[in-house]
């Protein structure tokens, strides 16, 4: 009897509760062949392990909405994305079945090759492109030739009909795995990086070649000072990681209802549709790190040099609890990397300069704490907005500006209080 995932799921159920189990809940995810996902599965939990029910493949998918069609073993292993994802675990003979007849030995050797040609594969799912990079990624594993010539020659147009949530899903987990460098190297060299991280249709910037190489050596920067340093971050370390590939675009704009916009909120929100919170905090630490990194290159110019507290003060309060991310983001344009014509083959360069990036965040560090200023962002006003107004007779925009000025003045003046505050703000009326 061919029945699909959710039918075998209620069936589960059904026996589940004649044993007198609770009855489990069951998700699933539709079909949705224009997204590249032909089949329906439905999962549920079973001695607290998720497990997922799907019918086998067939060589061709349904073509009616409602209509199952159920391919054999052979059908399913050869439609699968990976052969070391094409092995079946028989409970009847406890054996592993491996159908495309390498998928053991590719496992073993530690080689990411497909069942079948793999124009044929990634034509069948586009997506599965950039999900074969993630498992490179994820388990340090070697691609097959086919693979990173299918990729670099077809990649582009085959991504370009896959949705963004997708493609923006894939970046995500790579980013979240041991070795995300090895599947953004990957990009770069194959052409992919602007169909990934597509511009808006009303610019004229592209992210190719030589800026995509720019942005890759940030990438690798950020890698190798976390690598040598294991800094702690307030921020997921997938988000400091894009940041620092996008750093490069961090003054390309573009115009949309008649205001100019980050180009990198455009290609987080659209381009990718990662979530508003990611989108601006890696838009806040694009907009901010080259302001660490010009006082960072001021001490390195002047070993005298001494951080000004208002500036770094209200650079503080913008970047809030994240402020440490962005100076760690910062000292990594101190680090060094060769950028050249990368060949999928060819190894990064070794890191240059990671013991001054890592002496200047220390020493900027030190001053911002010797000053008293690393909870700065944390600063409320002695003189509130409604009491401003009410002191100065002021209005609208005018309050915000005297609050800035307030702000600006505590920074200065930290040993002063609410009398002092008020003295001079009334200074301001005058």
């Not at 990957?186 to 991280?197: A, N």
């Not at 990438?219 to 940041?243: C, D, G, M, N």
């Not at 001053?367 to 907005?385: A, D, S, T």
């Amino acid at each position: 009897m061919n029945v699909g995932g959710v039918e075998f799921t209620d069936a589960i159920n059904e026996f589940l509760v004649e044993s007198g189990e609770e009855k489990r809940n069951v998700g699933v995810i539709k079909a949705n062949p224009e997204a590249g996902k032909h089949l329906e599965v439905a999962s549920l939990k079973l001695f607290d392990i998720f497990v997922d029910f799907v019918n086998l493949r067939a060589s061709k998918y349904a073509t009616k909405g409602n209509e199952l069609v159920v391919g054999n073993p052979m059908e399913d292993a050869s439609h699968r994305d990976l052969t070391i994802n094409s092995l079946f675990y028989n409970i009847n003979t406890d054996t592993v079945e491996d159908y495309t007849g390498t998928g053991i030995d590719d496992l073993e050797k530690k080689i990411l090759r497909t069942p079948i040609p793999a124009i044929d594969t990634f034509t069948d799912d586009p997506c599965r492109i950039l999900r074969t990079l993630r498992f490179a990624s994820r388990y340090n594993f070697s691609m097959d030739k086919d693979i990173l010539n299918v990729a670099r020659h077809h990649g582009s147009e085959l991504l370009a009909v896959t949705v963004a949530e997708r493609i923006g899903s894939e970046i995500e987990e790579t980013l979240k795995t041991p070795n995300p460098e090895i599947a953004f190297r990957h990009i770069v060299s194959s052409g992919l990086t602007s169909i990934i991280f597509k511009m808006p249709s009303n610019t004229t910037y592209t992210i190719d070649n030589p800026l995509s190489l720019l942005c890759l050596n940030h990438f690798q920067s950020v890698l190798s000072l976390q690598r040598q340093y294991k800094e702690a971050f307030v921020a997921p370390f997938s988000t400091i990681l894009l940041s620092a590939f996008l750093l490069p675009l961090a003054t390309f704009t573009y115009t949309q209802k008649q205001k100019e916009l980050p180009v990198i909120s455009f290609i987080l929100g659209e381009s990718l549709k990662m979530t508003k919170k990611s989108t601006d905090l890696t838009v806040l630490f694009t907009n901010n790190v080259e302001k660490w990194h010009k006082i960072m290159l001021a001490r390195k110019m002047d070993p005298h040099f001494r951080i000004d507290r208002v500036e770094v003060g209200l650079l503080i309060r913008t970047l809030g609890e994240h402020w440490k991310d962005a100076l760690f983001l910062a000292s990594s344009l101190f680090v060094e990397m060769d950028v050249f014509d990368i060949k999928p083959s060819s190894s990064p360069s070794t890191p240059r300069g990671l013991e001054e990036a890592r002496t200047l965040y220390q020493k900027i560090l030190k001053q911002v704490e010797e000053e008293g200023l690393e909870n700065v962002w944390q600063l409320r006003h002695i003189v509130k907005g409604d009491e401003v107004a009410k002191k100065l007779g002021v209005k609208g925009p005018r309050i915000s500006d005297v609050l800035h000025k307030e702000i600006c003045w505590q920074i200065a003046n930290p040993t002063l209080g609410l009398t002092e505050c008020m003295e001079w703000l009334l200074q301001l009326k005058d």
